[in-house]
C-alpha cells in the first residue's frame, strides 16, 4: 500500500508497504547489479548506512549465476543475505546498452551474452519469470528504453510495443504470483514510461498505462544523452498524467541536483551507479560540492571527507589516509570512498523527508544547491 503523508507542491513524502519492510519516500536505491556493490560493500554494510532498498538487474543475474541457481537458494534476499526491500531491473535497459548485441522483435529480444557470447532471448514472460525466480520485492516490467536521439517515428513504433510487453508482463505476473512454488507471492510490478525526448509520446504513453492500475510507474529512458533541461522538462510533462496515489520512480538518475529537482516534479523513487562508480575513483560528494582525494592538495589534509559526516569512513579516517590507500591501489581506498558516497545520498535523502515532512523542502533545495560549489 502506498500512503502519501505531505506534499509541498509537486514533491510528495509517502511511504510503500511491502512484504520486505516499508519504505519511506523519497527513497534513493543502492544499485548492487549482480547482487552486490561494486567497492566490497556487504549488505551488513548497506544496512549500517541506512539503506532501505537495493537494486539488482535481471539481465545480468540470468547470464550468472543464473535465475534458477538463486531460485534454488531461496532467492535474492537469502542469497546475499538482505532482508530489506529489493527492486529488479527487467533486462530492458540492456535492449539500450547492449545495442550491438542483440535484436528486438514483437516476441521480445534476442541477446548475445556480453559475458561468453551465448544466445538469450528474453520477452516479458521470461523477464517476469526470472524476476520471480529472484523473488525480488518489486519487478519491472520489460521495456525498449529508445535514444533520445530516436527518430519519432521509431519511438512511436517503440512505445506501442513497449505497451504490449506491458500487458503481457502484467498477465503473466499475475500468474506466477499465483503458483505454489513460488517464492514471494506479493512480488510488485512497476510500468515504464517511454517516450525519449518526445513530450506528446510521453504523455499519451503515461495515460495509457495509467489506466492498468499497476502497483508504480517508473519514468525511463532519460539521463541517456539529452540534457538537464530536457530531463526536467520531460518530467513537468509526464508526471502529471501518471497516478499521483501510486509511486513514482525516475530510472538510472541521477547526481544530487538531479534528485533534487526530481523531487519537486514528483519523483520518489531514485537509483544511480554515481555514488558508486565515482567513490571506486577517488570522487567524494560533500555538501560543498565533489572531491577527487587523487588531487595533491589533500596529501596532508588530516580533516575527514566531510566534518560532522558520521559514515564509516568520515568516523575514523583522513583525506590523506584515503587518498595514499587511493594512489597505493589498495581496495580499503575504494571501498570506504564507495561507503561515503551511499551514506551520503542515503543521508541526503533523510533530509529531504524530514524537509517535506516540515514544509520546508523548497527552501531546503534552494540552500543544498547554493552550498555546492559547481567547480569543485
Known amino acids: 500500500m502506498y500512503k502519501i503523508i505531505k506534499k509541498e507542491g509537486l514533491a510528495k513524502r509517502a511511504s510503500l508497504e ?16 549482480i547482487a552486490a556493490i561494486k567497492g566490497a560493500v556487504g549488505t551488513e554494510d548497506l544496512a549500517r548506512i541506512n539503506t532501505q532498498v537495493q537494486l539488482s538487474n535481471t539481465y545480468h543475474l540470468h547470464v550468472r549465476p543464473g535465475d534458477q541457481i538463486v531460485k534454488q537458494l531461496g532467492g535474492l534476499h537469502k542469497f546475499m543475505n538482505w532482508d530489506r526491500p529489493i527492486l529488479t531491473d527487467s533486462g530492458g535497459f540492456q535492449v539500450f546498452s547492449l545495442s550491438g548485441l542483440r535484436k528486438i522483435k514483437e516476441e521480445g529480444v534476442y541477446f548475445s551474452s556480453h559475458i561468453d557470447g551465448r544466445k538469450i532471448f528474453m520477452g516479458p514472460e521470461e523477464s517476469m519469470q526470472i524476476q520471480s525466480n529472484l523473488a525480488s520485492t518489486i519487478a519491472m516490467a520489460f521495456d525498449e528504453c529508445p535514444s533520445s536521439k530516436a527518430e519519432k517515428e521509431y519511438v512511436i513504433d517503440s512505445v506501442n510495443r513497449t505497451t504490449r510487453w506491458l500487458e503481457r508482463c502484467q ?8 503458483q505454489e512454488d513460488t517464492i514471494n507471492h506479493k512480488q510488485l510490478l512497476f510500468g515504464i514510461n517511454q517516450g525519449a525526448i518526445f513530450s506528446d509520446i510521453r504523455i499519451e504513453h503515461a495515460k495509457r498505462i495509467s489506466q492498468m492500475d499497476l502497483d508504480g510507474y517508473a519514468v525511463g529512458g532519460l539521463a541517456v544523452g539529452e540534457s538537464h533541461a530536457e530531463m526536467y522538462s520531460m518530467l513537468e510533462e509526464t508526471v502529471p498524467y501518471l497516478p499521483e496515489n501510486k509511486p513514482t520512480y525516475l530510472m538510472g538518475v541521477g547526481t544530487p541536483a538531479n534528485i533534487l529537482e526530481a523531487v519537486e ?5 531514485f537509483d544511480c551507479v554515481y555514488p558508486s562508480r565515482n567513490g571506486r575513483h577517488g570522487h567524494v560528494y560533500t555538501n560543498q560540492g565533489k572531491l577527487n582525494l587523487f588531487n595533491a592538495q589533500f596529501e596532508l589534509d588530516s580533516r575527514p571527507i566531510e566534518e560532522g559526516c558520521t559514515c564509516p569512513a568520515c568516523e575514523r579516517y583522513s583525506r ?4 595514499h590507500l587511493l594512489k597505493a591501489k589498495e581496495m580499503l581506498g575504494m571501498r570506504l570512498c564507495v561507503l561515503h558516497n551511499l551514506y551520503f545520498y542515503n543521508h541526503m535523502m533523510e533530509e529531504i523527508r524530514d524537509a517535506l515532512d516540515i514544509g520546508n523542502f523548497t527552501s531546503y533545495k534552494k540552500e543544498k544547491l547554493a552550498g555546492m560549489d559547481p567547480n569543485l
Open 18 to 33: 511491502t512484504v520486505h519492510g516499508t519504505i519511506q519516500t523519497p527513497v534513493f536505491m543502492n544499485v548492487g547489479t
Open 171 to 178: 498477465i503473466e505476473m499475475k500468474r506466477l504470483n499465483q
Open 265 to 269: 516534479r514528483g519523483i520518489d523513487f
Open 320 to 323: 590523506a589516509y584515503i587518498r
